[in-house]
T-cell receptor, first 117, second 116 residues
Framework: DVKVTQSSRYLVKRTGEKVFLECVQDMDHENMFWYRQDPGLGLRLIYFSYDVKMKEKGDIPEGYSVSREKKERFSLILESASTNQTSMYLC????????????????FGNGTRLTVT | AQKITQTQPGMFVQEKEAVTLDCTYDTSDQSYGLFWYKQPSSGEMIFLIYQGSYDEQNATEGRYSLNFQKARKSANLVISASQLGDSAMYFCAMRDITSGTYKYIFGTGTRLKVLA
């Protein structure tokens, strides 16, 4: 079974702090994703990566950056945390390439609930 | 731009009855995949069912089936014989190619409550 592990279940940080959210997957997946989930807004894509050192902006990249130095690890960085970044953050992975016609669901971690005060 | 729309923020269904959760999508691509996920109160995202845009038959997985109407760009999830454990958030998602790379886009979700 694919396992996606997020380093923290709950985090509380202060405004202006630099925050690192870590995600590790154990199934050699090429693609990794960071989403934030907010009530009424669903899951919104922040960044994704389809290969080591490669990254693509999602729909809401402002205020975030990412790092993928190793295939299994994808980090989300909040350079200077703000209260409007209080949210649930979900990491996910999927096998690489292929067609969208191939069933290739995302495998999610359990999420990190971040509170910025 | 690609978009997923779920117009039902919340739904109630009686135990053992069937329920349909609506999902419409917008894409200019011909090749795409549609997914449904369940998120119980524990927070984990559970993959339920997949439909490819060229699949001629509606997907089914146990009590879950997908009512796929390509011309209408809708992919509604049907849950038959609802159980109390089906109470959860349900998300519709689409995978298609954007700017040369594939990404997954989600709707805002529908919260389903099954009543005893």
């Amino acid at each position: 079974d694919v396992k996606v592990t997020q380093s923290s279940r709950y985090l509380v940080k202060r405004t202006g702090e630099k925050v690192f959210l870590e995600c590790v997957q154990d199934m050699d997946h090429e693609n990794m994703f960071w989403y934030r989930q907010d009530p009424g807004l669903g899951l919104r894509l922040i960044y994704f990566s389809y290969d080591v050192k490669m990254k693509e902006k999602g729909d809401i990249p402002e205020g975030y950056s990412v790092s993928r130095e190793k295939k299994e690890r994808f980090s989300l960085i909040l350079e200077s945390a703000s209260t409007n970044q209080t949210s649930m953050y979900l990491c996910a992975s999927s096998p690489g390439g292929g067609s969208p016609l191939i069933e290739s669901p995302l495998h999610f971690g359990n999420g990190t609930r971040l509170t910025v005060t | 731009a690609q978009k997923i729309t779920q117009t039902q923020p919340g739904m109630f269904v009686q135990e053992k009855e069937a329920v349909t959760l609506d999902c419409t999508y917008d894409t200019s691509d011909q090749s795409y995949g549609l997914f449904w996920y369940k998120q119980p109160s524990s927070g984990e995202m559970i993959f339920l069912i997949y439909q490819g845009s060229y699949d001629e038959q509606n997907a089914t997985e146990g009590r879950y089936s997908l009512n796929f109407q390509k011309a209408r760009k809708s992919a509604n999830l049907v849950i038959s014989a609802s159980q109390l454990g089906d109470s959860a958030m349900y998300f519709c998602a689409m995978r298609d190619i954007t700017s040369g790379t594939y990404k997954y886009i989600f709707g805002t979700g529908t919260r389903l409550k099954v009543l005893a």
